[in-house]
């Protein structure tokens, strides 16, 4: 079974900062992470999903516009483990983050996560 268990997510204020985790478990989640881009998506209410950013094994990353500069994504090859930094984040930043494994730079792959809510509000 195929599983990248999402973490993080939650209630902030705009302005503030939050940190999401993507955690694959096990062993045939961890080979495909560890030979795939992993990527960092986002579905607000009524409007598609759409990429947030993305990083090769190499560590090569792509980012949306809206996010270049403030969110900075990540991956730990020994804890199989991917992660988005979020700072400075907006109202419009609300949504529901997904982690992504086996696409490419600029499109999605067949493996999901399950989604953690982000609510950006005062």
């Known amino acids: 079974q195929v599983q990248f268990l999402e973490s993080g997510g939650g209630l902030v204020q705009p302005g503030g900062s939050l940190r999401l985790s993507c955690a694959a478990s096990?062993?045939?989640?961890?080979?495909?992470?560890?030979?795939?881009?992993m990527g960092w998506y986002r579905q607000a209410p009524g409007k598609q999903r759409e990429l947030v950013a993305t990083i090769t094994t190499g560590g090569s990353t792509t980012y949306a516009d809206s996010v270049k500069g403030r969110f900075t994504i990540s991956r730990d090859s020994a804890q199989n483990t991917g992660y988005l930094e979020m700072n400075s984040l907006k109202p419009e930043d609300t949504a529901v983050y997904y982690c992504?494994?086996?696409?490419?730079?600029?499109?999605?792959?067949?493996?999901w996560g399950q989604g953690t809510q982000v609510t950006v509000s005062s």
């Open positions: 096990g062993s045939i989640s961890r080979r495909i992470f560890s030979v795939s881009v």
């Open positions: 992504n494994a086996g696409g490419s730079r600029y499109t999605p792959g067949s493996y």
